[in-house]
């Protein structure tokens, strides 16, 4: 690739490589749960930022109901780049998206992508093979995210694509290239870093919210200090 060129996630070759954030979760979030999973993402990126402030940073997601949203949303209040694999054609895609409101939010959401592609879909779109398809961009943000956010309830099961498998796939993929970072753009593999996150069908009780996982040195102070520089802007001071 050629100085000044760009790839298919808008990157320039002579730039500093991003960190790049991926995201797994629920799609079935409780609503009175959401501003405290807002406040705990945003934390997370605010840590990450203050620790590598000449950093730029990505966030990997297909932009599916529920977590992936919200950690869209928090990403691009806090700066970061969306990059999004779609999973399949939008139009198809977009069938998954029942209501006009959701519907609404994806495209608003997808327009304010730095780049954005479709995984192509080897064979009509049956239940197996959109299975299939979701299995694929699980995996690509398993593999290709620095760190692994997972807004998940941390209740196992067996479901292909589901955040208990993407966290199955990270697993394989830090143990098959470890933590040399020799293909990671600069960086090596990060923490997992898991939002205990309730959800409508749950079959426990639902946890409260938190992290679990290893944030940056410090990441309290760092994300206070963010917090405070913030409100001081706000001021005017």
Do not use: C
């Amino acid at each position: 690739m050629k100085a000044g060129n760009t790839n298919r996630r808008g990157e320039r070759a002579d730039q500093q490589p991003p960190l790049v954030f991926g995201v797994s979760g629920h799609r079935d979030l409780v609503a009175r749960s959401i501003p405290t999973l807002r406040k705990q993402l945003s934390r997370v990126f605010s840590s990450f930022r203050a620790a590598y402030p000449h950093t730029p940073f990505q966030l990997l997601t297909p932009l599916a109901e529920g977590a992936d949203r919200l950690a869209a949303e928090v990403a691009l209040a806090s700066g970061i780049d969306l990059i999004v694999p779609l999973p399949m054609e939008q139009a198809e895609y977009e069938r998954d998206f029942i209501t006009a409101k959701s519907l609404a939010e994806f495209r608003a959401l997808l327009a304010r992508a730095k780049s954005r592609w479709e995984i192509p879909m080897a064979a009509k779109a049956g239940t197996r093979n959109r299975t299939r398809q979701y299995a694929k961009v699980g995996e690509l943000i398993a593999r290709d995210s620095h760190v692994l956010i997972l807004l998940w309830d941390g209740e196992e099961n067996r479901k292909i694509g589901g955040t208990a498998w993407v966290r199955m796939r990270r697993d394989h993929w830090v143990r098959k290239k470890g933590n040399s970072g020799s293909d990671r753009k600069g960086f090596a593999y990060g923490p997992t870093i898991q939002v205990v996150t309730p959800r409508v069908s749950g079959s426990r009780p639902r946890p409260r919210p938190a992290i679990i996982g290893e944030l940056p040195p410090n990441a309290g102070k760092q994300s206070a200090s963010v917090e405070i520089r913030s409100r001081l802007r706000e001021r005017g001071e």
